[in-house]
């Protein structure tokens, strides 16, 4: 089944610690995204990559670090610098950047600071 | 005024009712729009996407109107599945999607 799948589902890591999360798509898709959504707010952009090895800084990138080295995956590094790193993590691939095509979102990863 | 915005609700609705949502967008060079479904603590699926002429799904239908900056989504004949979080979604041309932070429907027996 094609599709985008994101683990683990959930994350419990202490603070100060980095922490890497995984996003990967069978759908050849060209770009991938990651957003952050916290209780009660939209979805913000951290990264988006449009083709690999290049990717760009979304609305709220700092304390985050992504690589795009196959087509298929995108993870996102969470570094110590992020201030409020505990947040809910959705990655999403469509066929081209510049938002005319759908976006499809993997499950996500509830990732818990403590 | 904010880039997205829509009503958080809860739209508290029984089944069978009509039930509409606006969602205002502040950038007049936005050029597509989308609604979006969120169920409780799982990801976005797109629901519709939205024309200028608007569109029809069932029982849903998405309106847009540029001259007030607003889209619309209605829902008619509500089900107890209906039960969601609906996102705004708007994309300038050449951007990527800034998204509403959504309104809450339940849909009661």
């Known amino acids: 089944d094609g599709g985008i799948t994101q683990s683990p589902k959930y994350l419990f890591r202490k603070e100060g610690q980095n922490v890497t999360l995984s996003c990967e798509q069978n759908?050849?898709?060209?770009?991938m995204y990651w957003y952050r959504q916290d209780p009660g707010q939209g979805l913000r952009l951290i990264y988006y990559s449009q083709i690999v090895n290049d990717f760009q800084k979304g609305d709220i990138a700092e304390g985050y670090s992504v690589s795009r080295e196959k087509k298929e995956s995108f993870p996102l590094t969470v570094t110590s610098a992020q201030k409020n790193p505990t947040a809910f993590y959705l990655c999403a691939s469509s066929w081209t950047s510049g938002g005319k095509d759908e976006q499809f979102f993997g499950p996500g990863t509830r990732l818990t600071v403590l | 005024r904010k880039e997205v915005e829509q009503d958080p609700g809860p739209f508290n609705v029984p089944e069978g009712a009509t039930v509409a949502f606006n969602c205002t967008y502040s950038?007049?060079?936005?050029?597509?729009f989308f609604w979006y479904r969120q169920d409780c603590r799982k990801e976005p699926k797109l629901l519709m996407s939205?024309?200028?002429s608007g569109n029809e799904d069932g029982r849903f239908t998405a309106q847009l109107n540029r001259a007030s900056q607003y889209i619309s989504l209605l829902i008619r004949d509500s089900k107890l599945s209906d039960s969601a979080t609906y996102l705004c979604v708007v994309i300038k041309r050449g951007s990527t999607l800034t998204f509403g932070k959504g309104t809450m429907l339940l849909v009661s027996p």
């Open positions: 939205v024309y200028s």
């Open positions: 950038n007049s060079a936005s050029q597509s």
């Open positions: 759908l050849n898709h060209d770009a």
